[in-house]
């Protein structure tokens, strides 16, 4: 074994070994256990997020395939159709070219040509994690089999009438010119303007004041609304009004959804240009005017004087026009909530538009039936809320995009724009009995990448054919996925599932919270404090990090911002730490539901834990020999075998719970503290007795450890097993540890914790009062049972030279002792006498200055705690941890203060 522990050195090459030799593929003979990646774009890049929801995948597979679990971690990427569109649309534009230069069939094409080239990054990074995905069953979301479940669903649900072109209200993005899905819309708070606006009355009686942030609007107003219990206007509902600036006239109408506090209490309903107005306009009937082109230009429905002009000019000549017209009441500073696309950065525009829709309502039913009936559970259970909340208020879902890059939809028309929806023009004629000379031609749009990605579970098993994937791996087992696409991605699936195959997609969704900061805010590279993950496994310098930071940031004093808090945060860059010490960080940071804080001393303590392991092996390794003396049955033998099965029954009840959180605790506490700290220990005492258990409990812990740091289990693995006459070519397949392998001795357990009591009392005395460790010391024993004399006889030797003790004293309980240090174990006081030990003058300063120290944060933790609002409101965590830090104050306190009293008595 080499002398270091180097993660770069034996990840890459395990992975090339456990790709190469197919160690992924679903062999097992076991129970089939199926997980779905969420298929990430194939332009992105793994982020933070997909890193930790990626690592709790994997940790569940490998637990399951050495379980014998036939498991399959299905893999695959979306086409994800603005996205990619973007990317490829800007590297045309590079060229000095565009896609309409082009043509449609040469840009897909080029968009093809841009996949294969540069559409791996995020796949090649999902290796460098340590995904044990079958590559070789890798899907696209344009593959020619998942294409034709598409097509196949898309005509089955038009043809039972459940798909259906019509005009509705969609986010339309006025650069790319085509409408999106409300997760490809980010709202941006904006210090904006409130005009108020006089609406006057046809009758000439009077006007209302409306108050608008979009004036530009008012040309497509249909109506102004109040709210029917507002006296200040019940007078006014069914009178009409002279639209300012136009010919128009509108009805006053009386809505519920009207906030008599918002403005003046009036609103304009706009009913093509706003989402609210939309349904106002529904429910009473109102007509729809669209004002707009599809880049956001006024159009030749609105007087001349605007026409053709952009929204934000048509805005200042109708302000001009409405001031001129003495109808402009006042203008108000306002925070406004401003929608924009996340692929150009384009205001959204509510925008009236012909579009293809799935009707969902007979869809969503069974879907909702199928959660209340149990047949899927969220985990967390309150998510089955939000769940719910969705699926009881759900819209039709806009299916169609105008774009190149997609899922072509399969309709067609003929010149009197009549519909025929098939698999090809071919099929088409065929079925309806066209003559070939008949025009048609097929529609334009693509559809949205979400219609895909519902058929996920099932497509990429081989539906609509059904194959042995179908059969064996369907009804997939766990979705593990974010929060944000409970209803754009896991309801749609479960509702595409139960309606193509009758049967649930997956019996579990597994809800994960947001990696946030150190400090709790979100990542964000407007705020330079995103985090790479490859950054982590590999490092990365200071300067590297800066430049990649600011790479995207437009303005230099923006720029400047953000290296110079790089440069503050991270002077030395980032140490290489390696993907398993990455892995156990988001395993130990994943608290069910909650969002995770990423500290990097985390990882440094994990990278610091792999080391600890590598060396704990290599002084195993290095210490064997040929005896065959080990006495198997030595309490120190039976402990430690005894805590291996209380720490896999830990483990194991864990990944039931998936608190994967609780068992990378447990797997800490046992390999850091017991096998390492303890167990090597008590075999120094006895090295004849413990080597066979040394190095099988060594074994079993890799084992029991690989799903979470898969990497350097390997490769130790690999050194071990062959020294207790284990022959296998890789860790993967072995079994996963079994409580009944390791039996619990209570006897043992108690026998050894008593030990370990007494010695880590007598170290924390020293450390108290500030004895050097190496240093011997008298200690006397006063009080204790009958139990603590017996433990006594048979471990004194132990305790002596573990915890360095010059000699032992059991003194009468009534029997005057010198000043001492002292702490008391259950009836047994364990007392370090002073003199000669410390320096008197010295050590009472210390302690006083300590002991001021710790009552200023009992004081402060105090007063938290005492605050109703911060137990009300704070995580139940951070509760838990201001409680804990309150009462190790406290008793650090009182141990102080029996030291300082027994030194003021030297």
């Not at 194959?467 to 209803?487: Q, R, W």
Request: glycine share 4%; hydrophobic share 40%.
């Amino acid at each position: 074994m080499d002398k270091t522990y180097d993660p770069k050195s034996i990840e890459q090459h395990w992975y090339s070994i456990w790709e190469r030799m197919n160690f992924f593929a679903p062999t097992g003979k076991g129970t089939p256990y199926c997980i779905m990646i969420p298929p990430p774009n194939v332009t992105g890049s793994l982020h933070m997020g997909h890193a930790f929801q990626n690592t709790l995948m994997d940790l569940l597979i490998r637990y399951h395939r050495m379980q014998g679990d036939k498991a399959l971690w299905q893999v695959g990427t979306d086409h994800a159709g603005i996205a990619t569109q973007v990317v490829v649309e800007r590297l045309l534009e590079q060229e000095g070219t565009s896609r309409k230069v082009l043509g449609r069939e040469a840009f897909v094409n080029r968009v093809w040509e841009w996949k294969e080239a540069s559409g791996h990054r995020i796949t090649e990074q999902l290796r460098r994690l340590g995904a044990s995905v079958d590559w070789s069953r890798e899907r696209f979301t344009m593959d020619e089999t998942l294409s034709e479940a598409v097509q196949t669903v898309f005509i089955q649900l038009y043809e039972e009438g459940l798909i259906y072109r019509g005009q509705r209200l969609v986010n339309w993005d006025p650069i790319l010119q085509s409408a999106l899905s409300d997760l490809e819309v980010v709202t941006e708070e904006t210090k904006g303007t409130l005009w108020h606006i006089r609406y006057p009355l046809t009758d000439n009686s009077s006007s209302l004041t409306v108050a608008t942030t979009r004036p530009e609007t008012l040309l497509g107003d249909a109506a102004v609304a109040v709210h029917p219990e507002d006296p200040r206007y019940q007078r006014f509902i069914g009178k009409t009004i002279a639209l300012p600036l136009t010919s128009r006239i509108i009805p006053v109408i009386a809505d519920e959804s009207v906030e008599r506090t918002f403005g003046s209490g009036c609103v304009k309903i706009t009913p093509a240009h706003d989402f609210h107005d939309y349904e106002v306009a529904e429910r009473h009937e109102l007509p729809f005017f669209n004002i707009f082109t599809n880049d956001a230009k006024l159009n030749s429905t609105v007087p001349l004087r605007y026409q053709n002009l952009d929204r934000y000019v048509a805005r200042k000549h109708i302000l001009q026009d409405l001031a001129a017209a003495q109808l402009l009441e006042k203008t108000v500073e306002y925070i406004t909530q401003i929608p924009k696309s996340v692929r150009t950065n384009a205001v959204i525009e509510p925008y009236l538009t012909e579009q293809w829709f799935v009707r969902v309502q007979g869809l969503a039913e069974p879907a909702i039936a199928a959660v209340e009936k149990g047949l899927i559970r969220f985990v967390p259970e309150h998510w089955t809320k939000t769940y719910f909340d969705w699926m009881h208020n759900i819209k039709d879902w806009c299916i169609s995009r105008q774009l190149w890059w997609g899922h072509r939809i399969p309709a067609w028309y003929d010149s009197e724009n009549k519909i025929y929806v098939g698999k090809s023009e071919e099929e088409i004629r065929q079925k309806y009995q066209l003559p070939t000379t008949a025009p048609l031609k097929q529609d334009e749009d693509v559809l949205d990448t979400w219609f895909s990605s519902a058929l996920w579970p099932f497509s990429t098993l081989g539906w609509p054919k059904a194959t042995e994937d179908m059969k064996t791996f369907y009804p997939t087992h766990v979705l593990v996925t974010g929060f944000d696409i409970i209803f754009f991605w896991v309801a749609r699936m479960i509702m595409m599932g139960l309606k193509f195959t009758g049967q649930v997609p997956f019996k579990e969704v597994y809800i994960h919270g947001l990696v946030r900061d150190h400090e709790g805010h979100k990542m964000s590279k407007s705020k330079g404090n995103v985090l790479d993950p490859i950054d982590l496994i590999d490092g990365i310098d200071c300067e590297a990090l800066v430049i990649k930071n600011t790479a995207h940031l437009m303005r230099p004093q923006d720029a400047e911002k953000i290296a110079s808090r790089t440069r503050q945060q991270f002077p030395n860059g980032l140490p290489a730490f390696g993907a398993d010490a990455l892995r156990f960080a988001f395993c130990a940071l994943a608290a069910t539901g909650r969002d995770i804080r990423f500290d990097l001393s985390r990882i440094e303590g994990y990278r610091n834990f792999c080391n600890k392991l590598w060396n704990a092996t290599r002084y195993v390794l290095m210490h064997q020999s040929d005896s065959q003396e080990e006495n198997p049955s030595h309490v120190v033998n039976r402990w430690i075998q005894s805590r291996l099965g209380e720490t896999i029954h830990q483990i194991r009840s864990a990944f039931e719970t998936y608190r994967f959180d609780w068992a990378a605790d447990a797997l800490y506490h046992f390999i850091w503290h017991e096998y390492c700290d303890w167990y090597i220990e008590f075999a120094k005492q006895l090295p004849n007795e413990t080597q066979k258990t040394l190095l099988e409990t060594l074994e079993a812990l890799l084992r029991l450890a690989h799903p979470f740091i898969p990497f350097v289990t390997e490769a130790l693995w690999q050194q071990v097993a062959p020294k207790i006459g284990k022959k296998g070519a890789t860790i993967l397949f072995e079994p996963y540890p079994e409580i009944q392998d390791f039996p619990v001795d209570k006897k043992a357990l108690s026998e050894i914790a008593w030990l370990q009591s007494v010695i880590t009392t007598v170290r924390t005395l020293r450390s108290e009062m500030n004895v050097s460790p190496a240093r011997t010391v008298p200690i006397l024993f006063r009080f204790g049972t009958v139990s603590d004399k017996e433990q006594f006889k048979i471990f004194s030797a132990w305790i002596q030279t573990m915890a360095k003790i010059e000699n032992i004293s059991w003194v009468e309980a009534n029997a005057e002792v010198p000043p001492a240090a002292s702490h008391l174990l259950g009836e047994l006081e364990v007392l370090m006498p002073l003199a000669g030990l410390v320096d008197k003058t010295k050590e009472i300063a210390r302690l006083e200055k300590n002991m001021v120290k710790h009552q200023k944060t009992v004081e402060a933790a105090q007063k938290k705690l005492s605050d109703s609002h911060f137990r009300a409101h704070a995580p139940p965590d951070i509760v838990r941890q201001e409680e804990e830090k309150l009462s190790s104050a406290q008793s650090t306190l009182a141990s102080y203060r029996q030291h300082l009293a027994a030194l003021k008595k030297l």
